[in-house]
């Protein structure tokens, strides 16, 4: 469910907070590919994470890990930045182009350094570590919040979100819809993940999934470009609804690993 950068969050701050083992940490990255290699966007960043440089021979995730410890990584956060919200990012320069360009990317808030996943081939998965251009503060939403934004912007989007199901426009939404679902990958997450967490990020996935069938919709499919404007606008606040809470069910079980690690 979710991305990259969400397994990476959530595993890296359960592996730094002693509540899951490095190998089981690994293991979850290949959902999203079969081989994943870590590199430093710039020779000061290669530096501090003893990591090759991009363009070099790359190193794997299990020496991203180490460094994170080195260097004494205590939080992270997923960010999932568009054209037009970058909050999070800490301004321009190379790291948000990068997070732009893949949609999302881990941000260590106490390190001022962010990662961003790009698939580069068939089954690979590069992972490439920035400077973060200022301090970067993401706005918090908690969970509770998250949850109750989704279930209002469903209620407000009740009306497009109906014409999904009308066959005139595509037969057999309904087993694309289950078909979208099982194509995702489903990585696993760290015991002691909190239970709302992931059910707001099972919600989040499964609106995500109409939503990307609305959008095949759009000029070119069955709908007018028109119709297609009038759709897009009123799924909008469902859109950015789904983003906001799969952060915060996100970054909520990143909380909760190092607030158990904190009691410990």
Same mark, same amino acid.
């Given at each position: 469910?979710?991305?990259?950068?969400?397994?990476?969050?959530?595993?890296?701050?359960?592996?730094?907070?002693?509540?899951?083992?490095? =190998?089981?940490?690994?293991?979850?990255?290949?959902?999203?590919?079969?081989?994943?290699?870590?590199?430093? %966007?710039?020779?000061?960043?290669?530096?501090?994470?003893?990591?090759?440089?991009?363009?070099?021979?790359? *190193?794997?995730?299990?020496?991203?890990?180490?460094?994170?410890?080195?260097?004494?990584?205590?939080?992270?956060?997923?960010?999932?930045?568009?054209?037009?919200?970058?909050?999070?990012?800490?301004?321009?320069?190379?790291?948000? =182009?990068?997070?732009?360009?893949?949609?999302?990317?881990?941000?260590?808030?106490?390190?001022?350094?962010?990662?961003?996943?790009?698939?580069? %081939?068939?089954?690979?998965?590069?992972?490439?570590?920035? *400077?973060?251009?200022? $301090?970067?503060?993401?706005?918090?939403?908690?969970?509770?919040?998250?949850?109750?934004?989704?279930?209002?912007?469903?209620?407000?989007?009740?009306?497009?979100?109906?014409?999904?199901?009308?066959?005139?426009?595509?037969?057999?939404?309904?087993?694309?819809?289950? *078909?979208?679902?099982?194509?995702?990958?489903?990585?696993?997450?760290?015991?002691?993940?909190?239970?709302?967490?992931?059910?707001?990020?099972?919600?989040?996935?499964?609106?995500?999934?109409?939503?990307?069938?609305?959008?095949? $919709?759009?000029?070119?499919?069955?709908?007018? %470009?028109?119709?297609?404007?009038?759709?897009?606008?009123?799924?909008?606040?469902?859109?950015?609804?789904?983003?906001?809470?799969?952060?915060?069910?996100?970054?909520?079980?990143?909380?909760?690993? *190092?607030?158990?690690?904190?009691?410990?």
């Amino acid at each position: 469910m979710c991305c990259p950068s969400a397994t990476l969050a959530v595993w890296s701050s359960a592996w730094l907070h002693g509540a899951a083992a490095s =190998d089981n940490a690994l293991d979850a990255l290949l959902a999203w590919g079969e081989a994943h290699e870590v590199v430093a %966007a710039e020779q000061s960043v290669a530096e501090v994470f003893d990591l090759p440089v991009t363009g070099s021979f790359p *190193a794997n995730p299990a020496q991203l890990l180490a460094s994170l410890r080195k260097l004494g990584a205590v939080d992270a956060r997923l960010v999932l930045p568009i054209p037009g919200d970058v909050r999070g990012l800490g301004g321009g320069g190379p790291f948000t =182009d990068a997070a732009l360009h893949t949609g999302e990317a881990v941000v260590f808030p106490g390190l001022g350094y962010g990662v961003v996943p790009q698939a580069i %081939a068939e089954g690979l998965m590069r992972w490439t570590v920035h *400077a973060v251009a200022t $301090d970067a503060p993401v706005a918090h939403v908690g969970i509770a919040e998250a949850e109750h934004g989704l279930t209002d912007a469903i209620r407000d989007s009740a009306g497009a979100l109906q014409s999904l199901d009308v066959a005139s426009e595509r037969p057999g939404v309904r087993e694309e819809l289950s *078909a979208k679902l099982r194509a995702r990958p489903a990585p696993d997450w760290p015991p002691g993940t909190p239970g709302r967490a992931l059910r707001v990020l099972q919600r989040a996935e499964e609106i995500g999934a109409i939503l990307a069938l609305a959008h095949a $919709d759009e000029p070119g499919g069955a709908l007018s %470009a028109s119709a297609a404007t009038r759709r897009a606008d009123a799924l909008r606040p469902l859109t950015e609804a789904v983003r906001t809470a799969r952060c915060a069910a996100v970054n909520e079980a990143v909380r909760v690993f *190092a607030d158990q690690a904190n009691r410990s």
